[in-house]
């Protein structure tokens, strides 16, 4: 075999995909899995009405609005707490406490309040940036507790302040491992800001799927998680390749 | 005997003329379950400025944990560093402090220039171009400016690191087996070009190597370690006038003094 590596993964990745999507289409044309399963081509035609995909794409640009939202202040207000945390470690234990707290509270619980409280969007909103925040705080926090001791060395011996060092070099030898953290809170972005749709009965895709499921609207139900996947995965792409990129760059 | 044992030979300098100044100290780190090991115990040193001192010894003697110390990055369990009458910190803090480390630590990130021209960034003052491509040049490295890290060799990245080490004038210069991963032919050219530098500069500085030529070619004492706990065994005075040149590898008494201390170091080590 004169294939390399990366060929032949490609290969593997293309043909666990065509398996993917061909059991899909298989158990919907046997009917496999009941009426609630319809084969793939059928929700392809159905999407492929322009009126459906119109109200899809419409769909599809309020949640991710909420998604990015989310996600711009969960990782944002995570990437400033934990820098602060590492750079004054005092307050590690007061805040590792406080966000392992409002983790572990769940969002099924803090949901119903939130919803009373600021309404069904901005609860939304909310909910999702919690999950963001949790996953890139601790993945930004032990990022940059595991600095490379030769290099911290070297910023102290040449005289550098806490803070040159942390923007000459802490933030980017952590940030391989923050893109990673970046990368894990998609799905929990987008699940967030899905439930919360649920909860509060406003908004896009997730509402969408929420009301095809009880009219039994299946074709509509299956292109609004197609959607839905669809968005997850291409976001979760861009932050992967911006995790690659930084890790070429970075840890060479 | 060809060196002068100088147990007592240290205090011959007065206190406010001490460069660096070693009292009682003692080393031990912390291991798991609590229990301590001692790595260095009861070490007195002196150097007076402008000196240029060789620390010689077994591998794990505690050499690279006495640099450490003098370069305020660990704290003696026991025992006081001073540098020029102060906190072994306030060096490093006013940017007077030239380090290559035995891992080199260049920043992979950053091109061999952009290293090399760190401590400028560090010290907020603007990189000073001429002086990182002399630098450059001196330690054969000027066709690499450009490359990364991980497009040099290692022995190519200590030498980065030993022109970043000179690059603000340093009033103290440690420099931990800074030749280690160099050929023989380039590390005697580097041995002159150090000599040169320091024969200018007269700057302080502290040698850790496992070269017996290169010690006995560079310094003007050299302290040899021994090793479980690290204490010193012997301090020697190199007798040889300065500038020194490369014929002098090749007399007599350079070959003795290297002998003696060869020998001195066999008992314990496998240094070659
Ligand atoms: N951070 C540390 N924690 C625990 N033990 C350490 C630490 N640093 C060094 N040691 C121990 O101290 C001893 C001396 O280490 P050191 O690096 O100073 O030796 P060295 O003389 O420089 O050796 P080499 O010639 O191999 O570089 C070793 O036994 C080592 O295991
Ligand atoms: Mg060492």
Redesign the pocket.
Do not use: M
């Given at each position: 075999m004169s294939l390399d590596i990366k060929t032949t993964q490609r290969f593997y990745a293309a043909f666990g995909i065509l398996v993917f999507i061909g059991s899909i289409q298989l158990v919907g044309t046997f009917q496999l899995a009941g009426p609630a399963w319809p084969p793939l081509s059928t929700v392809v035609e159905y999407i492929c009405q322009r009126r459906v995909v119109q109200t899809l794409l419409l769909a599809t640009g309020k949640t991710s609005k909420v998604i990015l939202y989310a996600y711009a202040v969960g990782v944002t207000l995570a990437i400033v707490i934990s820098s602060l945390v590492h750079l004054f470690p005092i307050y590690r234990p007061g805040a590792d406490r406080f966000v392992t707290f409002v983790n572990a509270v769940p969002a099924v619980a803090i949901a119903p309040i939130l919803i009373i409280l600021v309404g069904g969007q901005l609860s939304g909103l909310i909910l999702a940036a919690i999950y963001v925040f949790f996953v890139v705080y601790m993945a930004s926090l032990s990022g940059l507790g595991r600095l490379n001791t030769a290099h911290v060395d070297l910023f102290q011996v040449y005289g550098a302040s806490k803070y040159q060092r942390f923007f000459a070099y802490d933030v980017l030898y952590a940030a391989p491992m923050i893109l990673n953290g970046m990368k894990q809170a998609v799905p929990a972005a987008v699940v967030g800001a899905v439930l919360a749709e649920w909860f509060s009965g406003q908004g896009g895709l997730g509402l969408m799927m929420l009301s095809a499921m009880r009219n039994f609207q299946i074709p509509l139900l299956w292109s609004a998680m197609l959607f839905v996947a669809c968005f997850a995965l291409a976001f979760y792409g861009v932050v992967g390749s911006l995790e690659a990129y930084a890790r070429k760059r970075i840890m060479l | 005997m060809i060196a002068a044992k100088s147990v007592e030979g240290s205090t011959r300098y007065q206190a406010s003329e001490t460069a660096v100044k070693l009292n009682g100290i003692s080393m031990s780190?912390r291991?798991k379950g609590g229990a301590s090991?001692t790595?260095l115990a009861g070490i007195d040193l002196e150097i007076s400025p402008g000196e240029f001192v060789a620390l010689i010894?077994?591998?794990?003697?505690?050499?690279?944990?006495?640099l450490k110390l003098i370069a305020a990055l660990e704290i003696p369990t026991q025992g006081r560093v001073t540098i020029c009458a102060e906190e072994p910190r306030e060096l490093a803090r006013k940017h007077r402090l030239g380090v290559a480390f035995?891992d080199h630590a260049l920043l992979p990130w950053l091109s061999i220039k952009e290293n090399v021209g760190l401590p400028f960034k560090l010290a907020r003052r603007p990189v000073d171009n001429e002086r990182v491509e002399k630098l450059l040049a001196l330690v054969g490295l000027a066709h690499y400016a450009n490359a990364k890290p991980s497009q040099v060799s290692g022995g190519m990245k200590q030498r980065a690191s030993i022109a970043r080490s000179l690059m603000l004038n340093p009033s103290l210069l440690l420099l931990?087996?800074p030749f280690g991963a160099l050929d023989a032919v380039t590390r005697k050219q580097l041995n002159i070009e150090l000599q040169s530098i320091w024969t200018e500069q007269k700057i302080t500085t502290v040698l850790?190597t496992?070269g017996v030529d290169e010690a006995i070619f560079l310094a003007d004492r050299i302290i040899v370690?021994e090793a479980n706990p690290?204490r010193i065994r012997e301090v020697i005075n190199v007798p040889f006038e300065r500038p020194r040149s490369s014929s002098l590898m090749r007399t007599a008494e350079f070959h003795k003094l290297t002998d003696y201390l060869t020998e001195l170091l066999e008992p314990a080590t496998n240094v070659t």
């Open positions: - | 780190y291991g090991s790595v010894g077994p591998s794990g003697c505690g050499k690279s944990t006495l035995q931990d087996e850790v496992h370690l690290g």
